[in-house]
């Protein structure tokens, strides 16, 4: 079955999204409708030799061959005792579509990223866990899955390439404020900036947490334009208790802020998600792949703000 996207369209910027229920061995997890092309009934697939246990194999449903990732396998979980019943999840993103295999799919649910509490450290992995939100909705517990992490841990090839990041002198003059809900790529973003000399980053882990600290550092020195106080604002977009396009639109609404660069980093960017970022005022947008050409954009919006507010 296909997602139908006339149903399940969002308005832009209200802190709103989709989660496709489903679930394994009987445990409720969740991922955002924004990520998945279409649900496949399973079907037998091929082993590839030596790759990670997690990864169950391949299968060819039209023109590309696509890998699935077994879910109960890699969260522990006991196998289903009815395989043929269960479902693949043809899930987009960083530019890429990968399977994964589940039990079974419940339902769509459409709530507010405010309602999304961020989970303890240790769910899951400890400091690196893979759930970045929970969800109680209808009395039932959901686990927002970090899948980005997923497919690092089962092929690192598709994570952040720090290693393509040129060393750099300190851009001692520059201060970034990042929004990141991922524990694995906050780190990875984090050394990747310090790596190209940014040595001046402060990281979040929620739009709601960068919008509060934000205002914080306006309120301490409210004289100051912000540009002398924050050089860039760096977010996702899928976060819990706000997500990135409704913290860029408070931003860009704000009469202190307005003029303050965004960059949106998301492994959701496509064509619509593009769009909606230019909606709410994003500068610029960059799939997370991109972490070397962010460091460039970085520089040349900043710059074209310090112009701006010299002029």
Avoid at 20 to 28: K, Q
Wanted: hydrophobic share 40%; glycine share 6%.
């Amino acid at each position: 079955m296909n997602k139908n996207k006339d149903e399940i369209l969002l308005e832009t910027g209200t802190n709103e999204l989709e989660v496709l229920e489903f679930t394994i061995a009987g445990n409720a997890f969740g991922i955002n409708v924004a990520k998945v092309r279409e649900l496949l009934q399973y079907k037998p697939v091929q082993p590839m030799p030596r790759s990670h246990p997690n990864i169950e194999g391949v299968f060819k449903p039209r023109k590309e061959v696509i890998t699935v990732v077994n879910l109960a396998s890699y969260l522990g979980l006991p196998d289903s005792e009815e395989p043929e019943r269960d479902i693949f999840i043809i899930a987009g993103f960083n530019n890429m579509n990968i399977a994964f295999h589940v039990h079974a799919v419940e339902t769509i649910h459409r709530i507010s990223w405010q309602a999304i509490e961020k989970p303890d450290s240790a769910i899951y992995g400890g400091q690196e866990g893979i759930v970045t939100g929970i969800a109680k909705i209808k009395g039932s517990m959901i686990s927002i899955i970090d899948f980005e992490k997923i497919m690092v841990d089962v092929s690192p090839s598709s994570g952040l390439d720090v290693a393509s990041v040129a060393e750099h002198a300190e851009r001692a003059e520059q201060r970034l404020l990042i929004a990141e809900d991922s524990q694995m790529l906050r780190r990875m973003l984090l050394e990747a900036l310090h790596k190209a000399g940014f040595m001046n980053v402060e990281a979040t882990s929620n739009g709601e947490e960068a919008w509060l600290r934000l205002n914080q550092i306006h309120d301490q020195q409210p004289d100051k334009p912000i540009s002398e106080l924050i050089s860039c604002v760096i977010t996702d977009i899928e976060m819990p208790r706000m997500d990135g396009h409704f913290l860029t639109r408070k931003i860009k609404e704000h009469a202190a802020f307005k003029r303050l660069p965004v960059v949106i980093f998301s492994s959701l960017i496509d064509e619509e998600m593009h769009q909606k970022g230019i909606e709410v005022g994003a500068d610029a947008q960059l799939s997370k792949p991109e972490i070397k050409r962010l460091v460039g954009v970085i520089d040349e919006i900043v710059e074209r703000a310090q112009v701006k507010a010299a002029m």
